[in-house]
């Protein structure tokens, strides 16, 4: 039952190029967003259409995999767990985030 602890997986499609970055250790870190797609009809009948955004973040060799073949609007599935940060804006606030750290990605399509 632990392999079921945080455990995430979605399948969508890129909503713009990765962005990424070589760290001073050498090791890569990948930054994107996905867009999945959910519909449901309402109490009237009407099919209403749901797209929610998920960030997701990916190191090492997946990011260089994602680097080589990702481009904006390619579909994707990615399995990994959500993990919540804390940050600074440049005026002082605190913001908050939550992102998927990616451990396994399929290129999906085309």
């Known amino acids: 039952m632990n392999s079921l602890r945080n455990r995430?997986?979605?399948?969508g499609n890129l909503g713009n190029d990765p962005e990424v970055l070589?760290?001073?250790?050498?090791k890569k870190l990948a930054k994107f967003s996905i867009a999945t797609?959910?519909?449901?009809?309402?109490s009237?009948?009407?099919?209403i259409k749901d797209t929610q955004?998920?960030?997701?973040?990916?190191?090492?060799?997946t990011a260089e995999i994602i680097e080589?073949?990702?481009?904006?609007?390619?579909?994707?599935?990615?399995?990994?767990?959500?993990?919540?940060?804390?940050?600074e804006t440049k005026?002082?606030?605190k913001?908050?985030?939550t992102e998927v750290v990616c451990n396994e990605l399929l290129m999906l399509g085309k």
Do not use: F, P
């Open 68 to 87: 080589k073949y990702l481009v904006k609007g390619k579909e994707v599935a990615v399995e990994g767990k959500l993990t919540t940060r804390s940050y």
């Open 22 to 26: 070589e760290l001073e250790s050498g």
């Open 53 to 61: 955004w998920h960030n997701v973040v990916a190191w090492g060799k």
């Open 95 to 97: 913001r908050y985030t």
């Open 91 to 93: 005026e002082g606030e």
């Open 8 to 11: 995430v997986q979605l399948i």
């Open 37 to 42: 797609n959910d519909s449901y009809r309402n």
């Open 44 to 47: 009237s009948g009407e099919v």
